[in-house]
């Protein structure tokens, strides 16, 4: 299985909207509603942002917000703050009932 | 709360076995039809998954690994654990355990709690 695509990269200022694309294949992301996207600051372990999808667990701000069209996914953050500065991971469920996940984004807020 | 704690060696030598143990608190392991998964993460790259266990002992490993990898379940402990034979220094990594959610006799894709992360470095 091949890692999912996301940019290594994105930046943006306080306040501003940042979109993190994610593409698969129709064995993975085009295939499942089961996209999740992880956020990961140094030394931490990753936080569950988003699942299925567009789902956000309990407590996850809204200011965080996915979608999916065809073989990508996307993750939105609006309002950015100094505190989203971090890693963040996709990851779908695949046809042969595994996991893949893609090669990070790092987002630097300005 | 969910709480997964990783242990394991911070050095192991090339072409040795590696074995990491995941321990469950807030959880049965034994309970709740979940996977418990295996993740890594090498150093400035992405996260890659490695494999998980059903409850029920069933498993799923990455193709790219799964020639190398075990993991086991030990109910008794509240622990689940991961083997990598004869390891190389592509081995180096933050590994990292966690639950992929499971309800009612369905499972989702996501992985909800994770542990903190260990680091293995491989080297002679």
């Known amino acids: 299985q091949s890692a999912l695509t996301q940019p290594a990269s994105v930046s943006g200022s306080p306040g501003q909207s940042i979109t993190i694309s994610c593409t698969g294949t129709?064995?993975?992301?085009?295939?499942?509603?089961?996209v999740s996207w992880y956020q990961r600051h140094p030394g931490k372990a990753p936080k569950l942002m988003i699942y299925?999808?567009?789902k956000r667990p309990s407590g996850v701000s809204n200011r965080f917000s996915g979608s999916k069209s065809g073989n990508t996914a996307s993750l939105t953050i609006s309002g950015l703050q100094a505190e989203d500065e971090a890693d963040y991971h996709c990851?779908?469920?695949?046809?042969?009932?595994?996991?893949?996940f893609g090669g990070g984004t790092k987002l630097t807020v300005l | 709360q969910v709480q997964l704690q990783e242990s394991g060696p911070g050095l192991v030598k090339p072409s040795q076995t590696l074995l990491l143990t995941c321990t469950v608190s807030?959880?049965?392991?034994?309970?709740?039809?979940?996977?418990w998964s295996w993740i890594r993460q090498h150093p400035g790259k992405g996260l890659e998954w490695i494999g998980y266990?059903?409850?029920?002992?069933?498993?799923y490993y990455n193709p790219s690994l799964e020639s190398r990898v075990t993991i086991l379940v030990d109910t008794s402990k509240n622990q689940f654990s991961l083997k990598v034979s004869s390891v190389t220094v592509a081995d180096t990594a933050v590994y990292y355990c966690?639950?992929?959610?499971?309800?009612?006799?369905?499972?989702?894709?996501?992985?909800?709690?994770w542990g903190q992360g260990t680091l293995v470095t491989v080297s002679s």
């Open positions: 990851s779908s469920y695949t046809s042969i009932s595994t996991l893949v």
């Open positions: 807030g959880a049965s392991i034994s309970s709740g039809g979940h996977f």
């Open positions: 966690a639950r992929r959610y499971c309800s009612a006799g369905s499972c989702y894709g996501h992985l909800d709690y």
């Open positions: 266990i059903h409850d029920s002992g069933y498993t």
């Open positions: 299925d999808v567009s």
């Open positions: 129709s064995s993975d992301v085009g295939g499942y509603k089961f």
